[in-house]
């Protein structure tokens, strides 16, 4: 007999995948594994072509092959993440989100905190808050943990990260809070995520540069937009119908320490470099970090200034953070609404065209101004 007559799942090899998954695995590999796994056990059932991507294939694979239940989360995370999501795979997804919940279960009870949504309340610290947002194992976890401490290691293990976790990066002398966040998944989004990230001030997307990054940004882009949420790299914020929100975002390729990691990242450029600002790092070694403080810094839309009293130097630490385009007034508003209403003019060191020119309330305030109120 034919052996491919055997083969129970022809519609999920195409030619692109065979390539693939014959040039990371055995084809025996992954001829052993069909007999138990969950896509088969589901086409069988069903008898409906489930057109299986290899990034889901080789998930599945690492969720056979897993021995602890985070391992086991974490590729679970992953075949939830890239499960193509029609008509056909509706069964095999309800199967994968409910070895998910008691593997969860198995892992830990769930947060005493109450509903899922507060779990996913942040408190705001710092001079904004960015969300960073990537599939399972892009580096979200190591990026967070490595950046608020230069000196920490990263783990060598997956973290699986269940909730937000905030973390604190340091740029000249401000503060801006990084939150990590449970993966995006391409089937089911947690109630507070979408919340999470309207609240953000601007997002990171993180790709792994070793597992097609091309792939992960079109996942995190159709995520963002099933939340109604549009991501805005470059150019200025569209108007949207009511409902949706915009917030800008950076594309991080990750892991550009390792082999091959480049022409991936070039990839992503090509692809998508007419939107969207990229920048390759590595969270693990801590490379071009001090670009992306940069990068994230530019991308919030802000400026610094500093207030000084007549006769006194500015206190250069303690920067006023405002919206670029701010003026006068607002520096005035954000000391005291009463500051506000009695300002008569500033005296601005800086941008002016001298120092200490007097200015009216309406002026608008550049990056790096010294400001002294007069009321
Ligand atoms: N080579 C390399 N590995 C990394 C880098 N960042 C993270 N990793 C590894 O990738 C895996 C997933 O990282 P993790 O931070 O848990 O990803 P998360 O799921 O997005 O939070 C771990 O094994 C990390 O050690 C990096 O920059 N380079
Ligand atoms: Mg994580």
């Not at 509706?90 to 279960?105: D, I, N, P, V, Y």
């Not at 990230?197 to 597992?211: C, G």
């Not at 940004?217 to 549009?230: C, P, T, Y």
Request: proline share 7%.
């Amino acid at each position: 007999m034919d052996p491919e007559n055997l083969n129970p799942w022809p519609a999920i090899r195409p030619s692109s995948l065979k390539s693939r998954v014959e040039g990371e695995h055995q084809p025996s590999m992954l001829m052993n594994r069909k007999v138990d796994c969950l896509s088969f056990s589901y086409k069988i059932q069903n008898n409906m072509p489930a057109n299986l991507t290899p990034q889901y294939l080789e998930a599945e694979l690492k969720f056979k092959q897993a021995k602890t239940t985070p391992e086991k989360i974490k590729a679970l995370e992953v075949m939830m993440a890239v499960i193509p999501k029609h008509k056909g795979t509706e069964r095999l997804r309800g199967q994968l989100k409910s070895r998910m919940a008691k593997l969860k279960e198995e892992l830990q009870k769930r947060p005493t905190v109450g509903r899922a949504e507060q779990v996913y309340n942040v408190k705001r610290e710092g001079a904004a808050q960015v969300v960073l947002l990537g599939l399972p194992n892009s580096g979200k976890s190591s990026l967070v943990s490595r950046i608020k401490n230069a000196s920490s290691e990263v783990a060598d293990y997956p973290f699986t990260t269940q909730r937000p976790v905030p973390g604190m990066m340091k740029f000249e002398n401000l503060q801006i809070q990084l939150v990590d966040t449970p993966p995006i998944q391409l089937d089911h989004i947690e109630p507070g995520f979408p919340n999470l990230i309207r609240n953000a001030d601007a997002l990171l997307l993180l790709l792994d540069l070793t597992d097609d990054p091309v792939f992960q940004m079109e996942v995190l882009l159709e995520q963002l937009i099933d939340m109604r949420i549009k991501a805005v790299g470059k150019g200025p914020i569209p108007s949207l119908e009511t409902g949706w929100a915009c917030l800008r975002a950076l594309v991080i390729g990750n892991k550009c320490d390792t082999k091959n990691a480049m022409s991936a990242y070039r990839e992503v450029e090509e692809r998508f470099k007419g939107a969207f600002s990229i920048l390759p790092i590595s969270a693990k070694e801590g490379m071009n970090f001090d670009e992306l403080k940069k990068e994230v810094y530019q991308l919030l839309d802000i400026v610094r200034v500093y207030t000084k009293v007549p006769g006194k130097e500015p206190d250069l630490s303690e920067p006023v953070i405002l919206k670029k385009g701010s003026t006068i007034g607002d520096v005035a508003l954000s000391v005291h609404k009463d500051f506000a209403a009695k300002l008569r003019y500033a005296k601005v060191w800086g941008s002016g065209k001298f120092d200490g020119q007097m200015v009216k309330r309406d002026y608008p305030v550049n990056e790096g101004d010294v400001i002294e109120l007069h009321i």
